[in-house]
């Protein structure tokens, strides 16, 4: 029921076929509840802090105060709320079945869900990703990006673990808005997949902006102490006084619950579902598309898939 599964049953409908989705949580995936769309909600946010504090040389006088961060929430969660209304009122509007539940394989033909089976002749499996947690001592004081969007109150002092761009977009965002950010980092660089010229300005623009980075830092466990938490390196070192630390370092395909093997399907060892480039697994009739895939992780890409 994210993006790339609605762009397939929608356009199924719409050839005749009947269709079922089936979803364990709302429709829209994570780029509607906790990715992209509420992303963007709070970086035009941090955009509007930003041009305030701009404003002055330009002789307009105004002044920031601090963040209402419940009334930024509060707006977000509504609009968010709207957009789920509008794909289940879609989704009825097409004809297509929305079974709400997690499936599991029984055979190539054949799901279960909450006990009941239901059989196609095509399945898709667009089951997304999920954020990734390390497996360290106290990795549980840590929040993930769903975390972040679960926040009720705004984090005074924030560590960001992960320099890629979903690591980078809250460290920007939450900065903007009044925390005091630290993004820690494996790398020496952030966004180290994208060209070197792009991290060397973000960083000059990061330190500009007031966030610190620390680079090359290989965190090893976090730890509760009279300061709040904090992070420890694999080489001894440690930073402390966090009162909320965000794990950023990346995602991976949420296959593992399907029983996927009843059926035959490929897996990986990493959870990836290998495909060829119209989608189809090693099994007639069973597709997957989006992140599950080891494509490029994003919205637009599992939607062209899909359709």
Known sequence: ?????????????????????????????????????????????????????DAEDFGIAVQRGETDWNKLVSGRENYISNINNFWDGYVDDLKITHIQGFARFVDSKTVEVDGQRYSG???????????????????????????????????????????????????????????????????????????????????????????????????????????GIALDAANGERIDGFDTVIWAVGRAPNTRDLNAQAAGIEMRTNGVIPTDEYQNTNVPGIYAIGDITGRTPLTPVAIAAGR
């Not at 709302?26 to 909600?41: D, E, F, R, S, Y």
């Not at 993004?183 to 000059?204: G, N, Q």
């Open 1 to 53: 029921g994210g993006s790339g599964g609605l762009a397939v049953a929608e356009k199924a409908a719409q050839f005749g076929k009947k269709v079922a989705i089936i979803e364990s949580w709302k429709l829209g995936g994570t780029c509607v509840n906790n990715g992209c769309v509420p992303k963007k909600v709070m970086w035009y946010a941090a955009n509007l802090a930003h041009a305030v504090d």
């Open 121 to 227: 002749e095509f399945i898709v499996i667009a089951t997304g990703g999920k954020p990734i947690v390390p497996p360290v001592p106290g990795a549980e004081l840590g929040i993930t990006s769903d975390g972040f969007f679960q926040l009720q109150e705004q984090p005074g002092k924030v560590a960001i673990v992960g320099g890629g761009y979903i690591g980078v977009e809250l460290a920007g965002v939450l900065q903007a808005l009044g925390s005091q950010v630290t993004v820690v980092a494996l790398e020496e660089r952030v966004l180290e997949v994208f060209d070197p010229m792009l991290s060397e300005v973000l960083m000059a623009e990061m330190h500009k902006q007031g966030i610190e980075l620390r680079m090359g830092f290989q965190v090893a466990g976090l730890a509760r102490t009279e300061q």
